[in-house]
């Protein structure tokens, strides 16, 4: 065996030094890279996943028996995944139900802020004045946290739904604002051009280069907007309360019932990517430039 | 009275350290079907000029008349070629071209006739394979072909060129020019091109317009290129009178109007 390598080696020393040069290593069928990549894409992810869920259990071990370890918190999603939608009484309603209440109200509020928010935006960003008018008002209002807006809201309103919905409308209007002016801007001065010299009317201009030029930009402050919202719904209802998955994680604290409250924080992960990839969707849609 | 005047143009832009005089006393008569170019040296005020007969810049003094009307506002009857193409990157190569020809013939041409109309422009320039690309997905010599064709399709009284083929190469330049020398030719277009390649100044004018350097930049010397045509480029090559025009311009950029920097 051994004298068999040794000489094949010394075969390949004796080629003449005109023969091609030494192979490159073979390359890797594209078929194996994609094998490759789909493995990649599945183990990377997976060991993050369990050793988050080492830690977790390290967490229930050596620091805190309150919380449960994954076995008891994967029991409990099987046990509320069964039943999403029971409902016993007008505060004891399944997740599904939590869910679709605390969606509705961040639509709304995301309706109302894109209503008003590309109108505000379409305006600072075409008009000199307008941008010196609003400019300040957005830039003081724009960091502040969603929740400082909520009792203002309830004393306006005097009621939980509307107050929630509002605290959405006021944080997450900016992103709409802010890129909605950002692409009225970006418009280069060619486009603007082309519909002088066409000598399109004021409503042409915004159907056919206004919109379209700045569509790009809408929808990025749109999946902002979205994204925000969804992340303030569950502060703002675990203030107000009522159905939403915010008072169900606040309910569930509550009854010390810590598995629960896991197994909403893994729903309110998945319906955030849920909202994200829809948005894309749409942006893929509607976007020339991604087309 | 000429078919295009442009008469005692002067273009003053406000600045912060005071009035900058871009243009002044720009005087030009263009006949019907004259090709023309302007030349000269980068940052002189040959967009300016176009700008004013386009309509998209008003003049300080002076001003330009079309069939002895005033230009002041643009419109299709002087359509331009804008140096980088500037299609709408939402509209297909075929509808950019269709924008322009419903605004046009919107009410004097059927629906079928517009169609048939914006495929037979982006024939002339060869992009009729490419109706239902986007701009983004086609290279910068086609996406120059197209504003050609959304430009001929408003079949303008004047074609306006902003340095139109600057951003290519040197082969799709070439044969873009000869594709603009073809449809000029069948055509009879009024042109006024602005370019910084004297070779293109002398293939495709019939009279080029040499422009001193700014500021209060004004029309330097007029050279009539008087070659037959058609022409070819090959052939002008080792053709005396060719090289002769070609060296007027020359010594006029190089000699006589030496860049400011360089000088
Ligand atoms: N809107 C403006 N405001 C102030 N100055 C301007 C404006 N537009 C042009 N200018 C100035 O006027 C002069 C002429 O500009 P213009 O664009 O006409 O030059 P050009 O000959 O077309 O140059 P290029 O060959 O580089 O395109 C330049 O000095 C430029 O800085
Ligand atoms: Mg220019």
Redesign the pocket.
């Known amino acids: 065996m051994e004298g068999q390598t040794q000489a094949i080696a010394a075969n390949t020393e004796r080629q003449p030094p005109s023969s091609p040069p030494p192979p490159m290593p073979a390359p890797i069928s594209p078929a194996r890279q994609r094998t490759v990549a789909i493995v990649r894409a599945i183990l990377l992810p997976s060991a993050v996943f369990l050793l988050v869920l080492a830690v977790w259990t390290l967490v229930h071990y050596q620091v805190t028996r309150d919380i449960p370890t994954p076995v008891e918190a994967w029991t409990q999603a099987v046990a509320v995944f069964s039943h999403p939608f029971y409902v016993t009484g007008p505060n004891d309603m399944g997740i599904g139900w939590q869910v679709l209440y605390s969606l509705g109200r961040v639509m709304a509020g995301f309706a109302l802020a894109v209503v008003v928010g590309i109108p505000v935006g379409f305006l600072m960003g075409s008009s000199r004045a307008m941008h010196q008018a609003f400019y300040p008002l957005v830039q003081i209002l724009r960091p502040v946290s969603p929740l400082a807006w909520l009792p203002i809201g309830l004393l306006v309103f005097q009621a939980k739904d509307p107050s929630a919905i509002f605290v959405i409308f006021v944080t997450s209007i900016w992103p709409v604002i802010v890129n909605t002016a950002a692409g009225v801007q970006a418009i280069p001065q060619d486009y603007l051009n082309v519909a002088r010299v066409l000598q399109l009317g004021k409503l042409e201009v915004t159907r056919r280069i206004l919109i379209p030029a700045t569509l790009p930009h809408i929808l990025t402050g749109m999946r902002l907007s979205l994204s925000v919202a969804w992340m303030v719904i569950v502060a703002a209802e675990m203030l107000t309360g009522g159905i939403g998955i915010g008072f169900y994680v606040w309910d569930e604290w509550n009854n010390l019932n810590v598995s629960s409250i896991i197994v909403a924080i893994g729903v309110i992960g998945l319906v955030g990517i849920v909202l994200e990839s829809l948005m894309n969707l749409v942006q893929h849609h509607f976007d020339y430039s991604r087309r | 009275m000429a078919y295009l005047n442009i008469s005692n143009v002067d273009?003053v832009?406000?600045?912060a350290n005071g009035a900058?005089i871009?243009?002044r006393e720009v005087d030009l008569t263009i006949e019907k079907g004259e090709f023309i170019s302007i030349i000269?040296?980068?940052?002189?005020?040959?967009?300016?000029?176009?700008?004013v007969v386009a309509g998209l810049?008003q003049a300080t003094r002076g001003g330009v008349l079309l069939e002895n009307k005033e230009v002041n506002s643009p419109g299709p009857d002087r359509a331009v070629v804008f140096?980088n193409h500037s299609l709408l990157p939402w509209l297909t190569v075929y509808e950019n071209v269709r924008i322009a020809v419903d605004k046009v013939f919107g009410k004097s041409k059927s629906k079928a006739e517009r169609h048939d109309w914006t495929v037979h422009n982006l024939h002339l320039v060869h992009m009729d394979h490419a109706l239902d690309k986007l701009p983004g997905a086609i290279s910068g010599g086609m996406k120059q072909r197209v504003g050609i064709a959304r430009a001929l399709a408003m079949q303008p009284k004047v074609l306006l060129m902003?340095?139109p083929f600057g951003a290519l190469d040197a082969l799709t330049r070439a044969h873009l020019q000869e594709s603009v020398m073809e449809i000029q030719a069948a055509l009879d277009n009024t042109v006024l091109m602005?370019t910084?390649d004297v070779d293109e100044a002398v293939l495709l004018s019939d009279r080029i317009v040499m422009?001193t350097n700014?500021?209060a930049?004004t029309v330097g010397e007029i050279l009539k290129v008087e070659l037959p045509r058609p022409r070819n480029r090959l052939e002008l090559a080792d053709d005396p009178t060719y090289n002769h025009y070609r060296a007027e311009v020359l010594r006029f950029l190089y000699e006589r109007q030496r860049r400011p920097e360089a000088a």
């Open positions: 273009v832009f406000p600045s900058f871009a243009l000269g040296h980068s940052g002189c005020g040959k967009s300016t000029v176009l700008n810049l140096q902003d340095e602005i910084h422009m700014g500021p930049a």
